[in-house]
């Protein structure tokens, strides 16, 4: 079975500065998505960022860029020019290419970040 | 939007007490999920479904039963709650249409955070 592992527990940074959230994964597939969710304090989690593990390229939008390191298993979240906005709980998930009824994300245990003004 | 709403953002029950959780989303998704998070732990998957009257057990189904009867609904049944299912539970939904880049990202509801006395 895959695993998804986040080995930061809370993280904290200045605002305006660079933050890098770390995650890894466990799995024999060749071909999978990965994704970083967002969950704001009471609020519902959304889609930051995803990945297809055929693309070489890392994905990015806007502030917020992966590196996605295939052989290494590990995808990591970086967010540029960090605002206050983006203090929240931060998960990795990972998804089987498989169709229907498996399309269920496997998550992390999840990132609490913190913006210091 | 994707909109995808929980009956209930704050419940107190009682241990043995029967609880309903209930969840609506309004894009045709065929995809609902029943998620549990708890610190440390990250989101675990309870049970999920990709049809109407269809279901499948996630990683942790013990002590859950889920009922989807009208494509739109998706309910998590506690048959006799205990402390130990105190937890927030999210619920998310997903499609699998679109085109071949479709991903099958999850669009989550603002959670319901379950105290069992």
């Known amino acids: 079975a895959q695993t998804v592992t986040q080995s930061q527990p809370e993280m904290s940074v200045q605002e305006a500065e660079t933050v890098t959230l770390s995650c890894t994964y466990d799995t024999s597939e060749s071909d999978y998505y990965l994704f970083w969710y967002k969950q704001p304090p009471s609020r519902q989690m959304i889609l930051v960022i995803r990945q297809e593990a055929y693309k070489q390229q890392n994905a990015t939008e806007n502030r917020f860029s992966v590196n996605f390191q295939k052989a290494a298993k590990s995808f990591s979240l970086k967010i540029s020019d960090s605002q206050l906005g983006d203090a929240a709980m931060y998960f990795c998930?990972?998804?089987?290419?498989?169709?229907?009824?498996?399309?269920?994300?496997?998550f992390g245990q999840g990132t609490r970040l913190t913006i210091n003004p | 939007d994707v909109k995808v709403t929980q009956s209930s953002r704050y419940l107190v029950k009682r241990t043995g007490e029967k609880v309903f959780l209930e969840c609506v989303q309004d894009m045709d998704h065929e995809n609902m999920f029943w998620y549990r998070q708890d610190p440390g732990l990250g989101l675990r998957l309870i049970y999920f479904s990709y049809d109407v009257k269809m279901k499948e057990k996630g990683d942790i189904p013990e002590g859950y039963s889920v009922s989807r009867e009208k494509k739109e609904r998706f309910s998590l049944i506690l048959e006799s709650a205990s402390t130990n299912q105190t937890s927030m539970y999210l619920c998310?939904?997903?499609?699998?249409?679109?085109?071949?880049?479709?991903?099958?990202?999850?669009?989550f509801g603002e959670g319901s955070r379950l105290t069992v006395l």
């Open positions: 998930a990972y998804r089987s290419p498989k169709v229907q009824g498996a399309q269920k994300l496997v």
């Open positions: 998310a939904s997903s499609t699998p249409r679109g085109d071949l880049m479709n991903t099958g990202e999850l669009f």
